[in-house]
């Protein structure tokens, strides 16, 4: 099982996921995933992974609408982290970002929409 999907299983953040598509070879895979979260929003995972290369994208939107995308598709070269960048509440705005990877935005998103902590009350 890849590490993607023990990530997926284990975050507290996510409700549910799909595998989409998933290819593998001798020194590469392909991996498209939709993830539920537990407020509502989801994330889409697109990891394309070898000896050579890392491409990513991981969408997360609410309600249709973008809140950020991370990513290193090569077209904006004029970001400082380039090719890494991040989309955050539109296509357009574009800001920079480090390379990152599925465990880094599950950290993000836990951080984001902690589900409601059960305080108890005990009775002496």
Known sequence: MPRELELLE???AVKSYEILDYK???SFYFLKIKA???DGSVLYIREFVSEDE???S???QKDGKLVVRWDNAPHHKDVETFPHH???GSQDNV???KEISLED???VIEEKIKPPSSTSTRLC
């Open 95 to 97: 800001q920079p970002s």
């Open 58 to 60: 991981f969408q997360w």
């Open 54 to 56: 890392y491409n990513y």
């Open 36 to 38: 539920e979260l537990i």
């Open 86 to 88: 991040k989309h955050v």
């Open 105 to 107: 935005i599950l950290r």
């Open 24 to 26: 593998e070879g001798g």
């Open 10 to 12: 284990t975050s507290p």
